[in-house]
């Protein structure tokens, strides 16, 4: 470490900073290491998610690359040259995306050539790589973009055929910098078609993630159920709980140089966990709940419907961003208003009177209207309070009543979700796709769903 990044680190403001550095730069690991550095405003005010940084996290640790930390900083050159000055010490990767771009804030290559005692010089390569995008998308190429073929004399270029800034790399003793456009896709097309692989030749080992997919279950009442499978997991297996509105997701992770060996390890596991907590398992490896209904219903040849209140029509977004939806999904009516729900579902105008608009009654009429309507095999529907008014003696904020219908029968079930409007649609929408899946496995398969 050199004396004047010592001084950097002890004249850093916070301490607990100041700590962390200093015990990240004396790790002793035969683990190859990644800092990663990100650069923008737009991140540093928090105007925009650091997304970039997300992906390369996940994306090098899935590499058996140990990622140390992430630094945020802003469009300065005194900023960026000291997160370059910090990270750069004692690592073997470090990644910086943004400021590569044709404007004025982009200042991350000019700033990289001072740091390094280089030259901007004219890349041929880049040039004819710059020009044929703009011919290709019939745009005329300007002298700001006629500047982006400069690069520093002192760099290893990786080609960007779908940008026009092209990646980095310099080498500082044993480090090797990659400077990379901020422009996600572009980022993840470098990442992903030339400096992964090229990292991977240098590792003996990797790291492999598993993950199951859960719903209908609290977070800590699943806890309390694999307490003991949990306390009796191998060492070299972590586990992590992921929860989100209504999901929760289990993450596996184990490392070693023979992937099959720990992949095989990692799935012993999953199916002791099966065998605990099977009616709460919908999928695997980030699938979403709308996917994993599609695949039932494609497989049964079956259809789908909704009926929607409370949720406003986000069961029937769901189940349409997924792709070939169209062969199972017949239509939804959002039913907000209890005209709607006369007019359109047939609940009767005494229900709504004397159960109101949030019960059961009125949930299972939605949803038989709505099979009847559409013609289905299922239909969901949905009605409650999402808050934040709407309150009435008895029925609180949260308040859900879900119905699922089929030709057999009409089944509800009422839920209190949190005092969160988006958070109780989020919730009810993954709880009702929830039900269905257990119904559909229920008539269709039996036996091997152990329902």
């Known amino acids: 470490m050199t004396a004047k990044l010592r001084k950097k680190i002890r004249t850093c403001p916070s301490g607990y900073l100041r700590k962390q550095i200093f015990i990240l730069l004396h790790i002793k690991s035969e683990d190859m290491k990644a800092r990663i550095i990100t650069i923008g405003d737009e991140i540093t005010t928090g105007y925009i998610e650091n997304t970039n940084a997300t992906w390369i996290c996940r994306r090098l640790t899935e590499s058996g690359i140990t990622v140390e930390y992430v630094l945020a900083v802003g469009d300065t050159p005194e900023s960026i040259q000291n997160a370059v000055e910090l990270a750069i010490a004692g690592t073997d990767i470090v990644i910086i995306t943004g400021g590569l771009g044709p404007t004025r804030d982009d200042i991350t290559k000019t700033t990289l050539t001072n740091f390094f005692n280089s030259e901007l010089v004219f890349n041929e390569q880049v040039f004819q790589d710059i020009s044929r995008l703009f011919a290709s998308r019939g745009f005329a190429m300007s002298e700001l973009n006629r500047k982006q073929a400069m690069v520093p004399a002192n760099c290893r270029v990786i080609r960007n055929l779908i940008g026009t800034a092209p990646a980095m790399v310099f080498t500082h003793g044993k480090t090797q910098l990659f400077s990379l456009p901020g422009v996600p896709f572009e980022m993840k097309r470098l990442m992903t078609d030339s400096i992964l692989p090229e990292l991977k030749k240098n590792l003996n080992q990797a790291t492999v993630f598993k993950t199951v997919m859960i719903q209908g279950i609290g977070e800590s009442h699943l806890a309390e159920l694999l307490s003991n499978w949990e306390n009796a997991l191998p060492k070299d297996i972590k586990l992590s709980y992921l929860p989100s509105p209504g999901i929760i997701k289990l993450r596996f992770s184990s490392t070693g140089s023979d992937i099959k ?15 605990i907590i099977p009616g709460y398992i919908f999928g695997y490896e980030d699938i979403t709940m709308e996917a994993a209904i599609g695949k039932l219903l494609n497989t049964t040849q079956q259809s789908l419907c909704t009926a929607e209140s409370c949720t406003g ?3 029937a977004h769901l189940l349409t961003s997924v792709p070939g939806s169209s062969a199972y999904f017949k239509g939804s009516v959002v039913a907000y208003s209890n005209d709607i729900k006369n007019n359109e579902l047939g609940v009767s105008k005494e229900t709504l009177d004397t159960k109101g608009a949030v019960s059961q009654e009125t949930a299972e009429l939605m949803a038989g209207g709505a099979l009847k309507k559409f013609g289905c095999d299922y239909a969901i529907a949905t009605t409650g ?29 009422k839920f209190q979700f949190g005092d969160d409007r988006q958070r109780n649609i989020r919730r009810s929408a993954v709880t009702a796709l929830n039900l269905l899946r257990k119904r559909i496995e229920k008539e269709n398969f039996p036996q091997s769903f152990g329902l």
């Not at 060996?261 to 065998?275: A, D, F, P, Y």
């Not at 309070?385 to 079930?413: L, Y």
Request: charged content about 20%; aromatic content about 4%; overall charge negative.
């Open 261 to 275: 060996t720990v992949e095989e390890h990692i799935q012993t596991e999953i199916r002791k966990l099966n065998k």
């Open 313 to 315: 029509g986000y069961i």
């Open 385 to 413: 309070i999402a808050g934040p008014d709407g309150a009435t003696p008895g029925k609180p904020v949260g308040t859900v009543w879900i119905a699922i219908a089929s030709a057999s029968q009409i089944h509800s079930e």
